[in-house]
């Protein structure tokens, strides 16, 4: 099983950016997929989910109304749309199946906003 994200970049707060996350060797269509995102000296945290059976979504507080994660099954592609960027936002951001598998993690995409 192989995640890989893509991306992520260097943005003026305000800005916005869309990550995207492939996966290969597994079917991201029945499965909890969701996005993390890590900064220096943190563990990974939760940002985003998006339910396989229902289409639902969770995000957490700081991204509510800016962050929007959606999934193209064709693709085995998750998404997520990243607007009004604020310099918090900047981190290391991840896919994964939430609850989070180990063996999962790709290298992730630098999201960095500047103010």
């Known amino acids: 099983v192989q995640m890989v994200e893509s991306g992520g970049g260097m943005v003026q707060a305000g800005g916005s950016l869309r990550l995207s996350c492939t996966a290969s060797?597994?079917?991201?269509?029945?499965?909890?997929m969701a996005w993390y995102r890590q900064t220096p000296g943190q563990g990974r945290t939760l940002v985003a989910r998006l339910r396989w059976m229902d289409n639902s979504t969770f995000y957490i507080d700081s991204v509510k109304g800016r962050f929007t994660i959606t999934k193209d099954n064709a693709r085995n592609t998750i998404y997520l749309q990243m607007t009004s960027l604020k310099p918090e936002d900047t981190a290391i951001y991840y896919c994964?199946?939430?609850?989070?598998?180990?063996?999962?993690w790709g290298r992730g995409t630098q999201v960095t906003v500047s103010s």
């Open positions: 994964n199946e939430d609850p989070s598998d180990a063996g999962y």
């Open positions: 060797g597994l079917t991201i269509w029945y499965l909890t």
